[in-house]
DNA sequence: TTGAAAGCGCTAACAA
DNA sequence: TTGTTAGCGCTTTCAA
């Protein structure tokens, strides 16, 4: 009863090799032509003893573990965790497990992380990837194990992705704000590399240009990562209330630092949208049902997820070495942020 | 450079038996009396090959994963994707990777995933718990598997469990708003007979008891789980509408429900707190920040976490079968939402 | 149509 | 202080 049931248990209870029995239990006895009647007698045996296959060691002859390893910088974070989710849902219907890491976009932990996860011989990898990565994913890349990266990418890196297109995203924006007259258009962004972040800074300066507004760096602000929440609200507090006048609405990259903006602004009693205007890169719950809802640029996350398992499956399962680019669109959703 | 380096790689090269190599790679040179300069060499030699070792292998003779098995029931939930972030978190400062996987309150998959992660020998788990994983719960338990519950559990599971006192919380919000002056105090929650939820729902009668106020059928809401989050917010819109004369303030016994609310709310124009009082069992961005922010009973998400990869990691190392029950306090945040 | 045997990489008992 | 060896449970040649 509490002793695990082995193949050998099996072919002994049947009277037959492991060997046979492996074969069956693999679904290979057709291929294999085990008589039927010793194929039906083997996997009721194996039913009814309730055997269930060592992970460890069909992986060390295999190499395969069913498990897929998913980086983000932090599960808790809205956009990762609705995207977690749906690599779990998917990967379960396609018989994996997922492991799941949060870089905390913090070098070290990012380095050591998927060591770990690459250490654990995972079949493939789903990544937000970090600078401090890269030489491990280069080794990952050049060794074709699969992987596919979300959210952001590295040029130099020869890896299929998943990513929006973040310049149109943030332009549309800009336009949009622009277009109801506001001619001063503050940034709150992340100070990083990562190239989610330098597109969406790109299309913000592309709306200007296309709007005529003069880029002003006084009214642009870019948080450090790795700051407690409360250290990005009063970044952010501190930065309007100096350039107020300066500013007539305020465009935050990204959900987090949305969701402290609102928080800093309600601090110092800026009424949104009378006092200044927001928009938001990427939506969740205080934006859309908030008072007022923030208008945002949404990400198709069900879809970026969905696309980024299908193709990790299929380069694992046929070691396809096509190397897939995807760029999905981004939806501008108005509310009342903005009058 | 692509092949992988093994112990023996290592031993042939150091001029040793793998044995030696394995002890002191292990960190147990000292135990076993290795000499310094052999050790001194071989571990170089690890470092120079870059040596990684085959978990695979090592399961297999040790039994071990290094991971822990997290089950939610939905990493996309601000309260599981949180508890989430801190079990990771202190797992991976303890050499812990965990595999996580939403049970979405679905039978059929909690059985499923239960299974799986026991099949991938994860060496604990974390687990919220659901009546139809009870049977291989109940075999986890008598095969003294490290496992610690987490935000409900089962009377006759004799587990380790870390939750928080739901009776009272659900308590103190119904005093509070009794106190307000509010007699009509309606009940969302779920349909179901998990504890924490059974709990919460006897907090509120003990509540309405100690204010002398009437339960009354029509003001209880139970939304049975697996509906979308348009058929929750229907069926909540449906209630208030049909039952407003009837109700001062509504008690939403969790975040998901609380969220659904407020767009129901705002979909019949009611407004909070005017119209109707609000009050939530569970905290997020929206009700923290939203205008007007939703008073809440907030649980200690953080201590929760820690205490259960902390119970977990005991039991995992010193098989501890000391069973304990860890039940914390919830703490009550005024905001707007209640006049 | 089935079986014997090797071996994946590691640890631990036992020997030397 | 170090080495020999068996074996964890499985898959996969190769042989019968």
Redesign the pocket.
């Known amino acids: 009863m509490t002793k ?1 049931v ?3 248990d099996i072919a002994e209870k049947a ?6 029995v ?2 069956v ?2 679904g290979r006895a057709k291929d ?4 039927e009647a ?1 194929a039906r007698k083997i996997l009721a045996l194996g039913e009814k003893m309730n055997y269930r ?2 992970h460890f ?2 992986g ?3 190499g395969k573990t069913n498990t897929i390893g998913l980086i983000v910088d932090d599960i808790s974070n809205y956009f990762f965790g609705h995207l977690a989710n749906i690599v779990e849902e998917e990967a379960d219907k396609l018989g994996y497990t997922v492991m799941f890491c949060s870089s905390e976009n913090n070098e070290g932990k990012s380095r050591h992380i998927l060591n770990m996860l690459v250490d654990k011989h995972m079949d493939g990898y789903i990544i937000a990837p970090t600078k401090a990565m890269l030489p491990e994913l280069e080794k990952l890349v050049k060794e074709k194990k699969p992987a596919v990266l979300i959210d952001r990418y590295y040029q130099q890196l020869d890896s299929s992705y998943v990513t929006i297109d973040n310049v149109n995203g943030s332009l549309e924006a800009v336009n949009y704000l622009a277009k109801k007259g506001y001619r001063r258009i503050a940034l709150v962004t992340n100070l990083t590399d990562q190239l989610q972040m330098i597109q969406r800074m790109e299309g913000y300066q592309q709306g200007l240009n296309q709007n005529h507004l003069q880029l002003d760096q006084q009214i642009i602000k870019k948080i450090p990562f790795g700051l407690t929440d409360e250290k990005v609200v009063k970044e952010i507090k501190d930065f309007v209330e100096l350039n107020e006048n300066k500013m007539d609405a305020i465009f935050f990259t990204s959900n987090n630092l949305g969701v402290a903006g609102l928080e800093a602004l309600r601090s110092i009693e800026k009424r949104i949208p009378d006092d200044i205007s927001v928009i938001c890169f990427d939506d969740n719950d205080l934006f859309r049902l908030g008072m007022p809802g923030i208008s945002v640029v949404s990400q198709p996350i069900k879809d970026i997820a969905k696309k980024a398992v299908e193709i990790l499956i299929q380069q694992i399962n046929q070691r396809s070495t096509t190397v897939e680019h995807i760029v999905l669109k981004t939806v501008m959703i108005e509310r009342e942020s903005v009058k």
Chains 1, 2 share one sequence.
């Open positions: 695990k082995s193949l050998k009277g037959v090799s492991v060997t046979t492996s074969i239990l693999n294999m032509k085990i008589s010793m296959p060592n060691a069909k060390l002859r295999t």
